[in-house]
């Protein structure tokens, strides 16, 4: 307190400072933390590795996180907030099936995607191959909002009449058939479709996605009425 007295006037701007200091030191240890985990997964990454790579003293996660696990669910949680919102802008107030349309783009673009939005690709393809039992809370409140609108969007094609169990199967069919742009190298996506794996193929496989989850939708929806 007598530090910040003699300080005055000038004492604010300099608190100011060093907390904005540590908001930096903070941002980029989470930043690279993302970098390492969707590199090594959880189980193999050191914390000394994070902070070696973020120039920062080991002691940073302990101030800043509290421990690595808590670190690995801030670095889940700041990828999945900078996913793009399910529904695209232009079809938000649409039909189902251009809502639907709308869902299946954003999310093709969210597994494509580089920079921060595509680490998710690479943290979630890691959690599937070694879980860490660790993203159950980050999942449900991120992911679960995202999967609740999907979910309305096919009961709204699908009809009032179908039963629950048949339209959380066209969940799993839309979301897997996204998926495959995490599971799937794209070398192996490029020899399937015998050509490069470029933005406008990228358009027209999740255009034909679309196309084909609605004709599925439908039938559902007809054999169950």
Not at 65 to 81: C, R
Not at 132 to 143: K, P, R, T, V
Request: proline share 4%; glycine share 8%; with cysteine.
């Amino acid at each position: 307190m007598l530090w910040m007295c003699l300080a005055l006037p000038n004492g604010e701007q300099l608190i100011m400072t060093k907390r904005e200091d540590g908001k930096e030191t903070r941002k980029r240890l989470l930043k690279t933390a993302c970098e390492v985990f969707a590199e090594k997964g959880y189980r193999k990454a050191k914390v000394a590795d994070i902070c070696i790579q973020a120039g920062v003293n080991v002691a940073s996660v302990n101030y800043y996180f509290g421990n690595k696990q808590t670190l690995y669910k801030e670095a889940w949680q700041h990828v999945l907030e900078n996913f793009q919102e399910p529904v695209l802008a232009d079809t938000a107030g649409g039909s189902p099936q251009r809502r639907l349309r709308g869902h299946i783009q954003t999310l093709i673009q969210n597994f494509t995607a580089g920079g921060d939005i595509g680490l998710f690709s690479r943290l979630y393809l890691m959690e599937m191959v070694n879980p860490s039992g660790l993203m159950q809370d980050a999942w449900h409140e991120i992911i679960e909002p995202r999967r609740r609108e999907l979910h309305d969007i096919i009961r709204g094609i699908a009809g009032p009449d179908v039963g629950e169990l048949d339209i959380r199967f066209c969940e799993l069919s839309i979301v897997n058939q996204c998926r495959m742009f995490v599971t799937i190298k794209n070398s192996d996506l490029e020899y399937m479709l015998d050509q490069p794996l470029k933005p406008d193929l990228i358009k027209r496989l999740a255009d034909h996605i679309a196309d084909f989850s609605l004709a599925g939708i439908q039938a559902v929806g007809k054999r169950r009425s």
